[in-house]
């Protein structure tokens, strides 16, 4: 009894220590997989020495991007920018965890922001992808918002059993929807999953879930559609036939892979002012820093050196 009790109060001190360091948001160390039920994972990747290096180093990938974006049957002149930063995660919650457990596992996670104006009013856009270093499974989670004049709109998808998707929208055809689908491929994922090794993204004739925010521009079901995933040398190309749209991401084909360019293809607007256009983004500036610690007005300089004001 004097030997459990013993045991208890070291892992509680080990508990108290792990809680006192979690004001960083970027992850120290990699997590090893939780180990419920296996799930039908792949291996877990093998990360290099490089990978850990540059990805668990307290801080995060910040790049900039000058964009030209499709909206309401016109280009409209913006900026992009995409932070990636590892973060130790919940697996159940399916949140950033404050006390890594059993369930933590570490994750890539990627927050994409554009800003851009429509006519007289700004738009807004925001997505997240949580996406495990190992390699071995979907995205844990995804999330898409969009604020504009008119309103906002907010939109989910949990990697479960299955995938649950959120929707929340201010428009009455779409409003307040919880629905599930059988998992496949997610746009959003590919991204970070790129990130870590752009081989393993999928090729050929696949199924997979259009971005969340492209999904929402055009106010289509979220749902798999069929697409074909093509891979070269520092290129990465998806084609939905059905959508007559297209992605192409330029990377660099070495360590630490980060992306130069993308291009997006689709039918924007609607009506008589409806087109294909191509929204364009080319990189500006890259810097790696511990943003969440520079949230000073001192620190507003650094939105110069990534030239996003």
């Known amino acids: 009894m004097k030997f459990a009790l013993i045991n208890y109060l070291f892992v509680l001190f080990c508990l108290t220590l792990l809680t006192a360091c979690n004001n960083s948001s970027a992850a120290k160390e990699p997590l090893e997989n939780p180990t419920k039920k296996e799930l039908d994972l792949r291996p877990a990747a093998v990360l290099s020495e490089d990978f850990k290096s540059y990805w668990y180093s307290d801080q995060a990938e910040l790049t900039s991007y000058k964009l030209e974006q499709a909206r309401y049957g016109e280009l409209r002149d913006g900026h992009a920018v995409l932070i990636y ?3 130790v995660f919940l697996t159940g919650k399916q949140v950033k965890t404050d006390s890594p457990n059993s369930e933590s596992i570490s994750i890539l996670k990627l927050n994409s922001t554009k800003n851009y104006s429509t006519g007289i009013y700004p738009y807004s856009v925001m997505q ?7 390699n071995n499974q979907h995205a844990i989670k995804v999330s898409s918002s969009m604020q ?3 309103g906002h709109v907010y939109s989910q998808i949990n990697n479960r059993n299955q995938f649950e998707v959120i929707l929340h929208s201010y428009f009455e055809g779409e409003a307040d929807q919880e629905f ?15 990130r870590i090794d752009p081989t393993t993204l999928p090729q050929g004739e696949i199924d997979i879930i ?14 798999p559609y069929k697409a ?12 939905y036939p059905e959508l007559e749209r297209s992605l192409i991401i330029n990377f660099n084909p070495e360590f630490p892979y980060e992306i130069e360019s993308w291009e997006e293809t689709f039918n924007s607007g609607y009506g008589q002012s409806a087109q294909k256009l191509t929204t364009k983004a080319s990189k500006l ?3 790696n820093t511990p943003y969440w610690r520079q949230n000073r007005n001192v620190n507003e300089v650094l939105q110069d050196s990534l030239m996003i004001r």
Do not use: D, M
């Open 128 to 134: 997240s992808t949580f996406y495990p270093v190992a």
């Open 180 to 194: 599930k689908l059988n998992k496949s491929y997610l746009e959003n994922e590919i991204w970070t999953q790129l």
């Open 210 to 223: 259009p971005s969340l925010e492209y999904l929402r521009y055009r106010h289509s079901q979220v749902k």
């Open 228 to 239: 074909t995933g093509r891979l070269e040398t520092g290129k990465y190309e998806l084609y």
């Open 85 to 87: 930063v590892t973060e």
């Open 285 to 287: 500036k890259q810097l």
């Open 148 to 150: 504009e004049w008119c």
